[in-house]
């Protein structure tokens, strides 16, 4: 018999409980012994739950108890369930979340805290809810260099994107759909300023670069906030889907790693993720494309992904991958994001000049867009990869009235 503990019995949490207690004999009979949550630690009480004889206010009877061996954190943010991340590991613990925050934030001190206490710190549903993509790519894909790795990887913007092209509803309606339908948050910055994502793609890009750490706050990031129904419009006669990517390359000269929205051509299969669903294409050097599809939020999906890995704690105490080791490294990670070549659509009032245009955009391709909306011209940019983000920046400083510019995904 395994016993475990959760701390925090908010959705995740409470998840958990019920995904061990649904599937308590497949699992025994995988494992070969029983998995039991033992505590679940909280400062609320839960008296309808079916779980409420488990639940304690007492941390000593988590972190004392030498019977519990693995600890489920699903506190989430980045410092209550820091201090008690840290506390169960250096009790040799081992820590299974969901928490991208502290993963993203914390990753090297707690894995390497982790590694002194013979324990485990691992995270499969910190990125992709219940999708499997951390073990692919820390195992499946080990024989690989990860060249690319882009996700559509936060549910609640793809909900409201999706709802913004189908039902033609404004971005503030769609957010307050998402809300009422429980995936925004009731402060949703995290989810529509793109660092719920920022989060998830530094996880990945670490692990793509063998454990040198991406933090997140270095990276280029826009949410989605700005789009309106107007750039929907011309992503249907585009034939093409707007989606907040993250995005993760790594060439020759180095790598890059970010988060905007993107038009994305309706061939492409990451154009197919809708509503809530979460959509992760990885490109290995031997393997090719392959892409990660499903269920990127919510209770049982992404408890599926905390107990599938209390089962590898279970099965492999101590023994985790070479890409574990995070570390920060000495050397810049990523090459500056002004270097990256871009394509964009811009959208401009007619009454500015061709002439302005390519002044500002000076030997960089620029061809009309097959749709222009009333009262407005619009071009693409940097079709030919002969445009940077430097280029864009310095260009768009003066053409102060542009009226929207959205960057499109290359396949
Ligand atoms: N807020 C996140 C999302 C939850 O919408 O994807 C899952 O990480």
Redesign the pocket.
Known sequence: MKNIAILGFGVVGCGVAEVIDMNSKAIAARLGEEVRVKKILDIREFPDSPFAALVTTKKEEVFEDPEISIVVETIGGARIAYEYTKMALSAGKTVVTSN?ELVSTHGVELLSIAREHNCKYIFEASVG?GIPIIRPLKHCLAANKIERIVGI????TNYILTQMAESGADFATALSEAQSKG?A?ANPS??IDGI?AQRKISILSTIALDGAYVDPSSLFTLGISDITTVDMEYAREMNASIKLLAVFENKEDGAFAYVAPHLVSKSHPLACANG?F?AIMVTGNALGDAMFYGQ??GKLA?ASAVVGDVMEAVEMPTKDAQASKWFESEEPVLLPIEKHSVSVLLRLPESVSDDTVSEAFPEISCQPCVYEAEGEKAVILGKNGDMNEAQLAIGLESIPEILGMIRIFGE
């Open positions: 991208k809810g990887v936060n549910g609640t995936y948050e995290a989810d719920d809530v979460n990127g939020a992404t």
